[in-house]
C-alpha cells in the first residue's frame, strides 16, 4: 500500500455526538466522521477535498457509545483520473464498560473492534 | 505502555468562534483535553482529572478548513499526578488561507511537514485507588484485513 495513498483520523465520541437513548450514537455520526477522513485523503492525495458522488456500501458492525474511543484508516483502493474509490474502516479501541468499578474508570480494548466499513467515490473539484 | 496519543479533526463553520472563521482557543482545548485523556486512560485505565495547563503558547491561529491533529505525550508520572506535553498541529489547509489566488472549489494545501500551532503543558490527577495498572496500547494494527460479508471486488467502476 502506498504510504501516501492512506490517512488515520481517531475521534472521541462525546455527549454532543449522542442521538439514541443510552448514549447510543448513530450510524449517521460514524459514516460523517467516515467522509471527514476520506476527505482528508481526498487533500492529501488530490490537493482538494473534492466531494463524494457515490456511495458504493457501508456496513455496519458494531454501534458506538458516548466515551468511545474510535479510530478511523481510509484507503484508495482504485484512482481514475479526478476519481477515488476510498474504503474507510472504523474501529473503537476505548469503551466505556457497562459496569465500570469506578464512575470514571475506561478500559483499552486489547483487540480493537469493527465498527463500520464503508467504500465511497469521492471526486475533486 | 503507549506514551503518546494522537486525534483528529477537521474543523467546520460549527467550531469558528467569528465571521473570519476563526477558532477559538477554547474549541482546541475540547480536543486536547480528549487527547490528555486518552494518555491518562492507556496509563492508569481512567479519565484522571485536569488540574491545569501551563506554558500554552499558540503560534498558529486555526481556521474553518483546517485538518487538524491534536497530539499528548506522557512526560512525568508521580504518585497521583501525571504530566502531558500537548501539540496541535495544522496538516492541511485550504489553499486561499495560503494567499494562492485563483484557488479552485476544494483546493487544499497538505504540508510536508505538519505545522505546530500551540504546544504547552498539562497536569492530572488520578487519585490511588483509581489507578488500574497499564491497559492495552489501543492501537489499530492491520486494518485491513479480509471481510466476509464486505467481500474484495475485482473490478469496480468508479
Excluded at chain 1, 17 to 29: C, E, K, Q, S, T
Excluded at chain 2, 14 to 37: C, H, K, M, W, Y
Excluded at chain 2, 59 to 69: C, E, L, N, T
Amino acid at each position: 500500500m502506498n504510504e501516501q495513498q492512506t490517512v488515520t483520523f481517531r475521534y472521541r465520541m462525546s455527549n454532543r455526538d449522542v442521538f439514541y437513548l443510552g448514549g447510543l450514537i448513530n450510524g449517521a455520526r460514524n459514516i460523517t466522521l467516515m467522509s471527514d477522513t476520506a476527505v482528508r485523503l481526498m487533500a492529501k492525495v488530490f490537493g482538494n477535498t473534492g466531494h463524494c458522488v457515490e456511495v458504493k456500501k457501508i456496513r455496519l458492525y458494531t454501534p458506538s457509545q458516548a466515551g468511545d474511543y474510535m479510530e478511523y484508516v481510509a484507503r484508495a483502493k482504485k484512482i481514475e483520473g479526478k476519481k477515488a474509490l476510498i474504503e474507510v474502516r472504523a474501529f473503537k479501541v476505548i469503551e466505556v464498560p457497562s459496569d465500570p468499578p469506578y464512575p470514571s474508570s475506561i478500559d483499552v480494548l486489547p483487540e480493537p473492534v469493527l465498527s463500520t466499513v464503508g467504500q465511497f467515490v469521492y471526486e475533486a473539484y | 505502555m503507549r506514551k503518546v496519543s494522537y486525534l483528529s479533526y477537521n474543523m467546520t463553520t460549527a467550531d469558528a468562534a467569528n465571521p473570519d472563521g476563526l477558532i477559538s482557543i477554547g474549541r482546541q482545548f475540547d480536543f486536547i483535553g480528549d487527547v490528555e485523556t486518552e494518555e491518562m486512560i492507556l496509563c492508569d485505565g481512567d479519565e484522571s482529572l485536569c488540574l491545569g495547563y501551563h506554558d500554552v503558547k499558540c503560534f498558529k491561529d486555526v481556521y474553518v478548513g483546517d485538518m487538524i491533529d491534536y497530539k499528548a505525550t506522557l512526560v512525568n508520572i508521580g504518585n497521583s499526578s501525571r504530566d502531558c506535553k500537548i501539540e496541535v498541529y495544522k496538516l492541511a489547509t485550504p489553499a486561499f488561507r495560503e494567499g494562492k489566488s485563483d484557488c479552485k472549489k476544494g483546493e487544499m494545501i497538505w504540508f510536508d511537514e505538519p505545522v505546530l500551532c500551540t504546544e504547552g503543558f498539562v497536569r492530572l490527577v488520578v487519585k490511588k485507588h483509581l489507578q488500574r495498572g497499564e491497559q492495552p496500547e489501543g492501537l489499530v494494527t492491520d486494518p485491513w484485513f479480509p471481510l466476509d460479508d464486505f467481500p474484495e471486488e475485482d473490478e469496480v467502476e468508479i
